[in-house]
C-alpha cells in the first residue's frame, strides 16, 4: 500500500496538497512536522504534516518529498486545530496562517535570501564539507538565493544545510537584517573603593581645602549615596552639587571617583539579582481578584474593569504566580507597542527567568529559541508576554490566558491574512487548552462590555486607582471661544500655558497629545487652492518641516518642499492643520529652557528607538513629552503632572461607526497618564466643540453613560456587537475594472442578503500604491449563521472569479472589521 500524507504549504492555496513518501519515512512522520517538498516547477517550499494516510489524490500525480526535516512535531495538535478555526472563521487558507504563524527560520523555501553573519567569529574546523562551502561562497557575494546555493552544493535540497548554518549563526535570512544598535548607557559614579570608609573620606576632604568644588561634588555625592546606596547618575550629581562635569571628570581622573556604564534599555533578563516579593494587593484589588477567581470556577471569560492606574498589573500577576506554581503555563498579551521594557522589568522583577518575552522586533533566532522552549514546556519560557503573534507558540499546558489593554484595535490583523483579532484569538486558544482567560482593560471595548452585560463574560471591577490617589482633574477649554478673542499663542490655550508652566516649575513633566504626527497635515496654496498632492494615492502630502519634505503617509513617496505653488506658481503656499511636529517647534519657542521630546512613527523606528524616549523621560532628561496615540499605551510614568490635549476634534470626527468609542479610550487613557502616583494630575482638553457628548462623559468618568449611547447607536444603525460585518475590499489599478467588479459583486451579495449590503463605496484614501479602492460590507444579524452567510459570499467569489474580465481584482475579506 502506497503512503501519502497532506501537507500545508505556506501559500494562499485553499487545499492541502498530498505527496507520496516511503513506508519507512511514514513510520517516522507525525502531524506537525516539517518536511521540504518540490512545488510548480522549481520550487521548494517548507510544508507542515497535516495527515498521514493511503488515499491517492485524484486530479494529480502526487510528487516524492524531498526530505523530512526533523524529528519530531514542532508544531502541536492544538495548533492544527487553532489554525483552522482561523482560517475558517477570518475566510482565509490555513497556508496563509501557518506563514503568520512560525518564525521565518522555520519557513526557508527557495526563495529566501541568505546572508553572511558578519559577526560571528568561526572556527572553519567545526564546519562540516557543505557547511563550508556555502561559507566560502559568502565571502565572495554577500546575499545568496537558496536557488544558487543549491547550485554551488549541486543539491536540490539545501534547506537541511541551511538549517544548521542557521544554529551556528553563521548566516541570516533576508528579513531579519536589522540595524546595529548601540544599546543607551547610562554613567553612574560611586566614591572610589580606597575612600568609602568615613576616615578615609575625612582624610579626602583635608587635603582637597585647596579645591573647593571638587570637596563639593564629594561631600554631595557622600549625601546622595547615604540615600540611596545605588550609584548615582552623573548628571543627578551635577544637579546637586551644582558642579559641572569637567570637575567630575578631574575626580575620576584622580582616581577619587569610579564611573561605571549601566546599559537602559535592555530586554533580556541578567538574572543575578534576586527577585522582588509580590505586592500584596489593597482591598479592591483582592476583591477583584476574587471575583475573577469565581467566575473562572464556571468557565467565564472575566472582564476586569479597572481605572488607569488602579493596579490591574499587580492582579495579574498574582494570579500569573498561581499557576505558574502549578507548573501551568501563561501567555499575558498586549499590543505591540504597550509591551515596554518598563513592564517586562516589572515581571522579571517578580518572575525572574520564567519570563519570556516574544514579538516582532525580535529577531529570528531569539524567536525560534522562545518556540523551542515553550514547546518543550520549559521553566525558562513559563510565562510569556508577547504582542499578538505570542498567541501562535506551540503551548502544551496553558493554564492562564491574559490580554490586556483589550480594547485596543491594533490587537487586528489588518494586512496580510489572517486577518484575526487577537483578544478573540486569544478566547478560542484559550478554550481549545481549557484555561482561564482574563481581559483587562480601563476603557472596555463596547463588544467585551456587552458580553458581560448579556452573561456571557464574568466582571471584576476597581473603580479607585491605587494609593487613592484622585482620579485626575479634567478641564474643557473652548480654543473657539480663544481663537476668537486672539488669545491663543500658536495651538496653545491661555490655560494650557498656564499649566505648563506651573508643572514646570514644580520640577514636574508634562505630555502633549496630538493625533497627527508631521508638522502639518495638508500644505495649500492660498491664491488657488491647490494642495500637493500623492501621484500614487489620493491624498495630500503632509508637510514635514525638519526633512524640508512633503510625504505620503501612505506609501513611501516624498519630495523636497516646494516655494511656490505648481499650480498657479504664486509663493503663497500655507499650511494647514498641525502635527506633533509644529507642537514641538512651538514649544520651543514658548519654553526655551524646557527639554522636549517628541514620540511618533518619525522618531521611534528602530527596534530600540521607542524604549530610548522612554527612558530618557523616565529619568527626567525630557520635560515634556509630546506625541501621537503611542503615548496613550500602559506607561507608567511617576513624575507627570500634566496631560494637555492640543485638540480633541481630530479624532470624535473621523468617520466611522467606532470614532466616539474610540475617542472616549484614547482620551481617557491619555488623561490616565497624569498623576498616578502622589499628587493630583491635571489634564487639560482643547477643543471646537467642548459640549460634545463624550467630551462630557471623559471628564467625569462616565463609561457607562457612553456605552449606552454607543450600544443604542449601533442597535439602531445594526453595527456590531449586535450584528456582526465582514468587511470586503476591492483592490485594483484599473478604474474601471474595479467599479465594474466591485459593483457586479456587490450586486450578488444584493439577491441573498438584501438591505444588508453596504456600498460598494470608496475609503476616505481610495487610491493607495495607485490601486484604486472599493469596500462593500455585510452585516449579519443576530439570528444569521455566521457560516452560511460566510459559504454564500465564497459560492459567489467562486463565480467571480470564473469571469475572466474580473481576473486580477484582489479580493480581501476583513471578517470582524474593526
Ligand atoms: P494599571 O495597570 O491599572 O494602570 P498599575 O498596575 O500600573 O495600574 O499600577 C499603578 C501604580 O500603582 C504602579 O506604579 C504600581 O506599582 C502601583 N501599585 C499597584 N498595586 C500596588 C500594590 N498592591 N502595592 C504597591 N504598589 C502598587
Ligand atoms: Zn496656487
Ligand atoms: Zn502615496
Known sequence: MQDFINVILPIPIEKLFTYKVTEEEAKLLKPGMRVAVPFGKSKIYTALVFEIHNTPPIVYEAKQIDQILEDHPVVTKVQLKFWHWLAQYYMCSIGEVFRAAVPSALLLESETLILRNERATIEESDLLDDEFMVFEALQHQSILRVQEISDILDKKNIIPVLNRLLKKNIIFLKEEMYEQYKPKLVRYVQLGKSHRSEENLEALLNGMTRAPKQSQVVLTLFQLQAVTKKPVKVSDLENASNSSSAIIKTLIDKGILEEQFVQTDRVVYEGGDETETLKSLND???????????????????????????????????????????????????????????????????????????????????????????????????????????????????????????????FKQYDPAPRYHARDAAIVLGNLHGSDILLGSATPSVESFYNVKVGKYGYAHIERRYGNVLMPDMELVDIKEQSRKKRMKGHFSERLLEEITETLDNGEQVILFQNRRGFAPIMECTTCGHAPQCPNCDVSLTYHQHRKQLRCHYCSYHIALQETCQACGSATLDTKGFGTEQVEQELNTLFPKANVGRMDLDTTRGKHGYEKIITSFEQQEIDILVGTQMLTKGLDFRNVNLVGIMNADSLLNFPDFRAHERSFQLLTQVAGRAGRTKKRGKVIIQSYNPNHR??????????????????????QYKYPPINRIIKITF????????????????????????????????????????????????????????????????????????ISYYRGVRVIYNVDHI
Not at 463624550?694 to 442597535?715: A, K, S, W
Open 731 to 802: 483592490k485594483h489599478k484599473d478604474y474601471n475594472k474595479l467599479n465594474d467588479a466591485a459593483e457586479w459583486f456587490a450586486k450578488s451579495l444584493r439577491n441573498s442578503f438584501g438591505g444588508n449590503v453596504l456600498g460598494p463605496e470608496y475609503p476616505p484614501v481610495a487610491r493607495i500604491r495607485n490601486q484604486y479602492i472599493k469596500n462593500v460590507i455585510v452585516k449579519i444579524g443576530e439570528n444569521y449563521s455566521l457560516v452560511k452567510t460566510k459559504n454564500s459570499i465564497k459560492r459567489i467569489e467562486k463565480s467571480f472569479n470564473a
Open 694 to 715: 463624550i467630551l462630557q462623559q471623559v471628564t467625569t468618568n462616565d463609561y457607562l453613560g457612553m456605552f449606552q449611547e454607543q450600544i443604542y447607536e449601533r442597535e
Open 284 to 410: 479592591f484589588q483582592k476583591e477583584a481578584l476574587k471575583d475573577i477567581k469565581s467566575s473562572f470556577k464556571d468557565n467565564k471569560v472575566v472582564l476586569l474593569h479597572g481605572v488607569t492606574s488602579s493596579g490591574k498589573t499587580e492582579v495579574y500577576v498574582k494570579l500569573i504566580e498561581e499557576y505558574a506554581n502549578q507548573g501551568k503555563q501563561a501567555l499575558y498579551l498586549l499590543p505591540e507597542i504597550a509591551l515596554t521594557t518598563q513592564l517586562i522589568s516589572r515581571l522579571q522583577a517578580y518572575f525572574g527567568e520564567k519570563v519570556a518575552v516574544y514579538h516582532s522586533k525580535y529577531n529570528v533566532q531569539e524567536r525560534v529559541e522562545v518556540w523551542n522552549n515553550v514547546l518543550e514546556n520549559k521553566p525558562v519560557a513559563q510565562i510569556v508576554i508577547g504582542a499578538r503573534s505570542a498567541l501562535f507558540l506551540p503551548f502544551n499546558d496553558l493554564g492562564l490566558v491574559i490580554v490586556d489593554e483589550e480594547h485596543e484595535s491594533s
